[in-house]
Nanobody, 126 residues
Framework: VQLQASGGGLVQAGDSLRLSCAASGRSSWTIIFMGWFRQAPGKDREFVGR????????WYDDSVKGRFIISRDGAKNTAYLQMNNLEAEDTAIYYCAADTGGLGYEMVSDRAYEYWGQGTLVTVSS
């Protein structure tokens, strides 16, 4: 499974931005969940949210709940992270990651995800 994340950039506080994560490869049909993580400068990587690939159910970290929305387009094999009302604290490299169910860790753990995109930088100026 290959994941290609895109859509990052420099925005101002209060703006919106949408990230995309395109999945490809012969094993992409095995994706069960697509997660989004972020890593701010000097901090550990943290869970943002995830979506079930078939049913579209979503989960979010409390820090983004109500501001971020995760969706997916099955026909395009692409997940999206719509980020609204961005804050300076949202500045980070954002990663998408695919869980095919083989590792058994909790969804908030990055160890639950076997495949990772390259990351896309989001910078929010205050």
């Amino acid at each position: 499974v290959q994941l290609q994340a895109s859509g990052g950039g420099l925005v101002q506080a209060g703006d919106s931005l949408r990230l995309s994560c395109a999945a490809s490869g012969r094993s992409s049909w095995t994706i069960i969940f697509m997660g989004w993580f972020r890593q701010a400068p000097g901090k550990d990587r943290e869970f943002v949210g995830r979506i079930s690939w078939s049913g579209g159910r979503t989960w979010y970290d409390d820090s983004v709940k109500g501001r971020f929305i995760i969706s997916r387009d099955g026909a395009k094999n692409t997940a999206y992270l719509q980020m609204n009302n961005l804050e300076a604290e949202d500045t980070a490299i954002y990663y998408c990651a695919a869980d095919t169910g083989g590792l058994g860790y909790e969804m908030v753990s990055d160890r639950a995800y076997e495949y990772w995109g390259q990351g896309t930088l989001v910078t929010v100026s205050s």
